[in-house]
């Protein structure tokens, strides 16, 4: 780190500071945790788009944001002297050293998916003790509050690391093809939801297999949709009419001119 980074680093800490003084912004003074939940998950889904969309100044602007609600969550923490901004600094990069004993120790490894092993272990070793109520489940602690699709994903690797798994990518294509004809085979609307559930939790372990991210590969998905329906309702006022009374044949028609062209509005 520069002296130029270290300062304009604790410029913003004390920006903050300011705004949460008795002499700062009200709306600032009023946040709380949970009101500035929303916040920085909102901040995290715009670093994703300008990552997608591959621009960089936006993605600079972005991760400020994210930047800006990790200071903000330290300097209200360190009000109620729960922690400081330097303790949340100082425990991630002694993580970091700690989690990386084949670059700051000895440790060998092979590969990225040996640093992954390894950093799982070491994570695990990490753990408090139980309290005698037994082991941790190997899947650990997950947030619930992930998105379902992630959360899934992230479910299935863990239990993959214990050997709970596939051989190969076929056995999970194939749990793919035999949950959708128990979808056609379910008698009732709340068995026929049980088995779409199913549906979607083998499509993400099909996707993991194939080294996809799913809940980024259908945020993607949904963007791709939400262009080029836009498209196609600029397209059709464009040529004079009404999308909305178009037959679905001329919509189809539409869209397959968006997507052969490309012709996709963000």
Not at 66 to 85: C, D, K, P, W, Y
Request: with cysteine; net charge negative.
């Amino acid at each position: 780190m520069t002296d130029r980074t270290g300062k304009v680093f604790s410029d913003l800490v004390d920006i903050l500071a300011k705004l949460r003084s008795p002499e700062g912004c009200p709306w600032d003074r009023e946040q709380t945790h949970k009101s500035l939940k929303r916040n920085l998950l909102e901040e995290s889904y715009e670093v994703l788009e300008a990552i997608d969309q591959q621009d960089y100044k936006a993605l600079a602007e972005e991760l400020g944001d994210v930047l800006l609600q990790i200071v903000f969550h330290s300097q209200m923490a360190s009000e109620g002297g729960r922690f400081t901004i330097d303790e949340v600094v100082a425990g991630i990069s002694e993580k970091l050293v700690r989690r990386h004993p084949h670059v700051f120790g000895d440790a060998q490894v092979q590969d990225a998916r040996e640093v992954e092993a390894q950093w799982e272990e070491l994570k695990r070793q990490e753990r408090p003790g139980d309290g005698g109520q037994g082991p941790e489940s190997a899947l650990g602690k997950i947030p619930a509050e992930l998105p379902a699709l992630a959360y899934s994903q992230l479910v299935q690797e863990r239990a993959a690391r214990m050997g709970f798994d596939w051989p190969d990518p076929s056995g999970a294509l194939d749990k793919v093809a035999e949950e959708v004809q128990e979808i056609a085979e379910a008698p009732t609307a709340e068995e026929k939801g049980k088995e779409f559930g199913d549906l979607l939790f083998s499509l993400v372990n099909a996707g993991r297999w194939m080294g996809l991210h799913v809940e980024d590969v259908l945020r993607q998905a949904n963007g791709r949709f939400a262009g080029r329906f836009s498209a196609m309702e600029r397209l059709a006022r464009e040529r004079g009419h009404d999308f909305r009374a178009l037959p679905l044949e001329q919509k189809d028609a539409l869209w397959e001119e968006v997507k052969k062209g490309g012709a996709e509005a963000v």
